[in-house]
């Protein structure tokens, strides 16, 4: 069974502007997370959809947001890109319970 | 949000050795889980927890969901060298799910 997949997995964008991350889930995976992780905060959950709803919500502004496809596959859009938006962005799926999850490569966006 | 603590940030041991780490929370948490991560990679769950007291193994790893709900750790033993990684808990409540700041583990053959 192939394993999550993201894309792309490296990204370069310059301050101010947008950016847009892809992430296919397990096949018959319905949830599919988004995650931030940096050195200084650690993993930091972004949100998570469910049948192209999103169920959960983490503390970010609203500059980050998602959607969900009726084929379960996600993106994940960061507008006006702060410096502090490095980060390597994680995605993850799993079946019914989004913590019962299993993690993609990541993609690493840098932002100049 | 408050992340949770998680004990030590890095651990040097010899292979062969046990290791313990814990991670401990101001919050209660309804589950409790280990990843380990490997670098370039995403985190990969080891065990999940569900159950305050509960006890569970995978392999030579064991974790535990402590009874006050507030806290969890997790021991492997007899080290080997492709145990190498970051290994972080998370607690999941109410919608939540929170992480430590990880543990990096090295280990000299």
């Known amino acids: 069974k192939a394993g999550v997949t993201q894309t792309p997995r490296y990204l370069i964008k310059t301050r101010g502007q947008q950016v847009t991350l892809s992430c296919s889930p397990i096949s018959g995976h319905r949830s599919v997370s988004w995650y931030q992780q940096t050195p200084g905060q650690g993993l930091q959950f972004l949100f998570e959809?469910?049948?192209?709803?999103?169920?959960n919500k983490g503390n970010f502004p609203g500059r980050f947001s998602g959607r969900q496809f009726s084929n379960s596959r996600s993106e994940m859009n960061v507008s006006t890109l702060e410096l502090g938006d490095s980060a390597l962005y994680l995605c993850a799926s799993s079946f019914a319970e989004f913590y019962e999850q299993y993690f993609g490569p990541g993609t690493r966006l840098t932002v100049t | 949000g408050q992340q949770l603590n998680q004990s030590p940030q890095s651990m040097f041991i010899q292979e062969g050795e046990d290791v313990s780490m814990n991670c401990t929370s101001s919050s209660i948490f309804n589950t409790w889980l280990w990843y380990k991560q490997d670098p370039g990679e995403g985190p990969v769950l080891l065990i999940a927890l569900y159950k305050a007291g509960e006890l569970t193994s995978n392999g030579r790893l064991t974790a535990q969901f402590g009874i006050t709900r507030k806290d969890s750790f997790l021991n492997i033993s007899a080290s080997i060298p492709s145990d190498v990684g970051i290994y972080f808990c998370?607690?999941?409540?109410?919608?939540?799910?929170?992480f430590g700041a990880g543990t990096r583990l090295t280990v000299k053959p």
């Open positions: 959809y469910f049948s192209e709803t999103q169920r």
């Open positions: 998370a607690g999941y409540n109410n919608n939540d799910m929170r």
